[in-house]
């Protein structure tokens, strides 16, 4: 299957700086992708679809302020989470929609724990 | 908005024990069904998928699911577990705005 990869794997900040995660479709092109929250013990929460070339579209709730997504090339995506606290600590996800005839998948990436002091 | 139901919460089984994992999904229309795995520390990996067809699909590591349009279900099968099919799995669904929709998962833990 398609490869994507997510960095950093980890990353421990500060409350109130802004930390930046990339998301890249290695193998194959993707015009959309897409930015999960994972929480201990459930499910993926989508945050947000990131389009190449146009803005992301956000789901209700979730503030686009604060989780800005890029998608610059039909490759990578990045999602930058700005002034950080702690109740932002969470496992992000990301993944990457292939499209090949009428098959639609998402490939997923390994995803990026983060934890704000 | 579609919803994904899965019945099961935590699983807990032998080895060799069949396994099969419920799914119900509420959408009238046209959908596209997926089984995702999360191993222990590793991310979601695609176990399986259905778009049509044959509604007995077969994915990687024996698993297979059953797409049975009248119960809006798409049930995950296999016949016989090992110790290393311990993980978390996931059931998606996306209608036509391409967005996936997950279940809430269901942990298998399998005991050797």
């Known amino acids: ?6 960095h950093p794997s980890r990353v421990i900040c500060k409350s109130g700086t802004s930390v930046k995660i990339e998301c890249r479709s290695l193998d194959f092109q993707a015009t959309t992708m897409f930015w999960y929250r994972q929480f201990p013990k459930q499910s993926l929460m989508l945050m947000a679809t990131s389009n ?10 979730v503030e686009k302020d604060k989780f800005l997504i890029n998608h610059a090339s039909l490759t990578l995506s990045t999602l930058t989470v700005t002034s950080a606290h702690p109740e932002d600590s969470s496992f992000y996800i990301c993944s990457a ?5 009428a098959a639609d998948t998402q490939y997923f990436g390994p995803g990026t724990r983060l934890t704000v002091l | ?10 699983v807990i089984l032998s080895e060799a ?5 419920g799914c119900n999904y509420s959408y009238g229309g046209t959908v596209n069904l997926f089984w995702y795995v999360q191993y222990p520390g590793q991310h979601l990996q695609l176990l399986l ?6 509604p007995l699909v077969k994915g990687i590591k024996g698993f297979e699911a059953e ?24 059931c998606a669904v996306n ?4 967005k996936l929709s997950f279940g809430a998962g269901t942990t298998v833990t399998v005991r050797a």
């Open chain 1, 52 to 61: 190449e070339g146009s803005k992301a579209t956000y789901e209700q709730g």
């Open chain 2, 1 to 10: 908005a579609q919803s994904v139901s899965q019945h099961n919460h935590h």
């Open chain 2, 49 to 54: 998928k259905y778009f049509s067809g044959d």
């Open chain 2, 17 to 21: 024990a069949s396994l099969e994992l």
């Open chain 1, 1 to 6: 299957g398609a490869v994507v990869s997510q």
């Open chain 2, 95 to 98: 209608a036509n705005d391409y």
């Open chain 2, 67 to 90: 797409f049975i349009k009248s119960k809006f279900s798409f049930n995950l099968r296999k016949p016989s577990v090992q110790w290393s099919d311990t993980a978390e799995y996931f």
């Open chain 1, 97 to 101: 929609r292939e499209v090949s005839g």
